[in-house]
């Protein structure tokens, strides 16, 4: 089994996904901190991602994290005004970050439409570029941190972050972040990680719950390709990890990927 192979993990319900995924993150954060002093986390938004952070929040383990020798990023960003509810980084600091202490520096959230660069997309995802690329080490690869963890959501499309299918963007193959237009859910403008940038990161999570992801899942797992299937694409370097409910898992066939648990 290659890095880039799927495991999967099936639990009962999303409750109790969202749970098990924060324990398993909280985890995988002190292990990297003991190993190299700090650690690195690209957050996601959506229903499952912020329902991570706020089992995270409400889990005693959290204290077990050094938040302030942690890197947090953003995989993708509605590209809306610094206070809109719809922004991830908003919705991250409403779940989870409020209650814990986190060193304000080293929280990255992408540009907003209200930032230095206004209303011009591509030269806000170009700063965001040059962000990761300066917190990038010796030995990174494509201009960026190596993430310890890179959480991504799966939309009913395939989509992860904001790449979607035959969209321009999963098409990237130079830069590291990309603005985009004309996304096919709204807010349609938006910044995102490109698959070489997701590639990057040791382990790559895929977060996966409800009837209406068991067609994608199905669909990415069974090898159509990045351009058609994004979330086919999205793999890390040392693990990939797609952390799944019953009913998204639903329409996986056995034989092709047993679940890694039940």
């Known amino acids: 089994?290659?890095?880039?192979?799927?495991?999967l993990v099936v639990h009962r319900d999303k409750e109790l996904m969202a749970q098990a995924a924060a324990a398993r993150l909280i985890?995988?954060?002190?292990?990297?901190?003991?190993?190299r002093g700090t650690a690195s986390v690209v957050l996601t938004g959506g229903r499952n991602g912020n329902a991570l952070l706020a089992a995270i929040?409400?889990?005693?383990?959290r204290d077990a994290v050094d938040w302030a020798r942690l890197d947090l990023w953003w995989g993708d960003e509605r590209f809306v005004g610094s206070d809109d509810p719809e922004r991830n980084a908003v919705q991250a600091h409403h779940?989870?970050?409020?209650?814990?202490?986190?060193?304000?520096?080293?929280?990255?959230?992408?540009?907003?439409?209200?930032?230095?660069?206004?209303?011009?997309?591509e030269a806000a995802a170009a700063r965001y570029a040059v962000e990761l690329a300066k917190a990038a080490q010796p030995g990174d690869r494509a201009g960026v941190p190596t993430f310890d963890v890179l959480?991504?959501?799966?939309?009913?499309?395939?989509?992860?972050?904001?790449?979607?299918?035959?969209?321009?963007?999963?098409?990237?193959?130079?830069r590291?972040?990309?603005?985009?237009?004309?996304?096919?859910?709204?807010?349609?403008?938006r910044i995102s990680l490109t698959l070489p940038a997701i590639r990057s990161a040791r382990e790559v999570w895929l977060l996966a719950a409800g009837e209406d992801k068991a067609d994608a899942v199905a669909l990415a797992l069974s090898g159509p390709g990045e351009i058609q299937a994004p979330a086919s694409g999205a793999h890390g370097l040392s693990r990939t990890l797609w952390l799944l409910d019953r009913a998204a898992a639903a329409k996986i066939p056995a034989q092709l990927y047993p679940p890694a648990s039940a």
């Open 95 to 121: 779940e989870l970050l409020h209650a814990v202490p986190v060193d304000p520096a080293r929280v990255h959230p992408m540009p907003a439409s209200d930032g230095i660069d206004g209303s011009d997309v």
């Open 1 to 7: 089994m290659t890095a880039a192979t799927p495991q």
């Open 151 to 174: 959480l991504l959501g799966v939309g009913p499309d395939t989509h992860v972050a904001s790449l979607f299918p035959e969209h321009p963007g999963v098409r990237e193959t130079e």
């Open 57 to 61: 929040a409400a889990s005693p383990a």
């Open 176 to 189: 590291t972040v990309i603005g985009v237009r004309g996304a096919p859910k709204p807010p349609p403008t």
């Open 27 to 35: 985890t995988r954060i002190v292990d990297a901190q003991a190993a």
